[in-house]
Each structure stands twice: as C-alpha cells, then as structure tokens.
C-alpha cells in the first residue's frame, strides 16, 4: 500500500475521468487457487472510461484497498431496454457534446473531453476495487460537485421513470442502481441500521453506556466496512489518452459476469471435492463432520487486523475524552425539608 505524500490525494478523486479495466488476477486472487490464477492471467479485458461518483464504503488509509462507485462513459445513445423501462433518451451529454431528444443541458467539466458524443445512460453504474493509493490530480479532467449532484438528481429521475414504465405493465420490485451486491443488506448498512435504532438515553450513566457502544459500533461498522476479498478490482489512471475509441459499457458486465461464474465455480468444485473425500474416507456413512450442524456466529472481532487495532485505539482515546465528562461529580443540589 501506498504511503501519502506531501501534495498528493487520495487516488482516485471523486469528478475524476479514469480509464479503468478489470484487473481479473487481483479480483480473484483472495481464492488461492491455481487453476483461477492460470485462466485469470491470460484473460483480455478491456478499458472503459468513467467518472468517480464517489467512495462506496468508509475511507480507510490503512486499508489496502478502497471502493468507488464510477458511471460509465459511453459513444451515443443507450440502447432502449423494454422490458426494464429504459429509453434512450435516459442518458446526460457530456460537453462538447449537446445533442439530446429533450435538449437536457450537457455535463460541464474543467477540461473538454477527447472525444465526441459522449453519453452517461442513467444506468451504467459499477462499484469496483482499487487498491489505496496516491496521487495528484493535476491534468484530470474533472465534474464539478455542483455536476455531479445535478447528475444524480437527473438519474433519480430517469430511474423514477423506468419504474413508472414497468409498474404499468407489470407489479414488479422497482429497479435501482446497479450495485456489488444487489437484492442484499450489505453488513455496512446492518450497522447504519444499528446505530438508528438506539435508544435515546435518560440519564448520565445511560448517555455513559450509550457512548460506549456507540464507540463500538463504530469498530464493528470499520471492519464489517471493507471491500470483499472478492469484489471487481481495478487498475485505474487519470490519463485519458489511453483510450482511443469508448468501449461499450455492456461489455464490461460481459467481463464482471465471466469472473463471477468462475467464483462460483470454483467455489462449488471445491465443495464437491471435499464431499467426495469424506465419502472415501469414510464409505459414504454420515460422519460428524458431513452431518448437518449448527454453525456458530462468527466473532466479529477474534481476529483484529493490524488497521483496525489502531482504529480501536485512536477511538479509546476519543471515548475517555467523552466519558471524562460523565464521571465528572455534579454538585449536590440543595433541599429544603419543609416544615413539620
């Protein structure tokens, strides 16, 4: 992992353009197997160019690798999608390029873009992996934030739009934005949820407890906050002039689906081969470790990385400070005893 220099940033930074393609060694490498490591180092990726929109997760220097939410770039208009609502109207121009069926007012960046009728479909969303590093932003062609938070509203409301198209042909769920783990509660949402659902304290010692396990919700949010060891990961530059033509968004699905199934794949040929040596081992009679078991819940906390014992040290310091002040004796209020 990178150290950060003077002057230098969090690379990427959010507005940034990047050229990016799939890095399918890194994403599968957590596996550890050999015939992954094999089939990912000769697979062709492609590049694909897009905005940072944001960080996906809590930024952490100590992490190796954070996660970014990046909107694709593409050359023209998306391709209508009947049967999930989308036109090809939902899209946003990028100047130098104006055109658009509603004459919607293009994307403004600091520099124009080295190519023409460049489009961002209002569903061309990733989530990906890069590992933590630094750099300056000096040359990118950047989105303003103003920009950026107009282009969100714009996508809120071509996806309120798809949603109206596909509730008048069928009482489908809603389609959102495209994320690493669609139709799922991510375990940093868990925590958010958590942390909401706390009682508001009464007193002194209660605001004291309340503190405390605030403390630790934040530990556990940290942990539970990092990428998976699995998610899309990313090679990235700033340097748009790596890319002469715009690669089709879809065929970076095309990729990110490759690599999933080879996941799970492995994952099931590794299951299947531990079944057959138990049955080898043991003729194919139920054992007590091939008999079904309840699985204990997984201690969050048994095994601290190195980031977080630091993490859980700065926030003790931080917790002693707040509760100082609840140990703090309060006067004793006087009383007067009426008279009998």
């Not at 939902?90 to 130098?96: E, F, R």
């Not at 819940?297 to 700065?314: G, I, S």
Request: hydrophobic share 35%.
């Amino acid at each position: 992992m990178s150290e950060p220099a003077a002057g230098t940033l969090l690379f990427p930074r959010a507005g940034a353009y990047v050229v990016f393609s799939i890095d399918a060694e890194m994403t599968l490498e957590a596996l550890h197997d050999e015939h992954v490591a094999e089939v990912t180092k000769n697979m062709q990726t492609k590049s694909f160019v897009g905005y940072v929109a944001k960080a996906d997760r809590i930024i952490n220097h100590e992490s190796e690798f954070q996660s970014f939410r990046v909107r694709i770039l593409r050359s023209g208009f998306p391709p209508r999608t009947e049967e999930k609502g989308i036109e090809s109207d939902m899209c946003t121009p990028v100047w130098p390029t104006t055109e658009h069926p509603s004459s919607r007012t293009p994307l403004r960046t600091d520099k124009p873009l080295p190519w023409n009728n460049c489009y961002h479909s209002s569903f061309d969303s990733i989530i990906v992996r890069v590992p933590t590093a630094y750099e300056d932003a000096e040359g990118a062609v950047m989105l303003l934030k103003s920009e950026i938070s107009r282009h969100n509203a714009i996508i809120r409301d071509d996806q309120q739009r798809a949603n109206a198209a596909l509730k008048l042909h069928q009482p489908i769920p809603a389609i959102g934005e495209p994320s690493a783990e669609d139709g799922q509660i991510s375990p940093r949402n868990r925590s958010q949820e958590s942390l909401q659902n706390e009682p508001l304290p009464d007193d002194d010692y209660d605001s004291a407890k309340s503190a405390q396990e605030f403390a630790q919700a934040i530990v556990n949010m940290a942990e539970m906050d990092r990428p998976p060891e699995t998610m899309i990961t990313v090679e990235m530059s700033y340097d748009l002039s790596y890319v002469q033509t715009l690669t089709d968004p879809q065929e970076f699905y095309i990729e990110k689906k490759a690599l999933e199934k080879l996941e799970q794949d492995t994952k099931a040929a590794a299951i299947e081969r531990a079944r057959r040596l138990d049955e080898e081992a043991f003729g194919g009679a139920p054992t007590q470790s091939s008999a079904p078991q309840a699985i204990a819940p997984k201690a969050v906390n048994a095994t601290p990385v190195p980031w977080l014992t630091r993490t859980r040290q700065r926030i003790a310091s931080i917790l002693d400070s707040i509760l100082a002040r609840f140990r703090t004796p309060k006067p004793s209020s006087s009383h007067v005893t009426p008279p009998s």
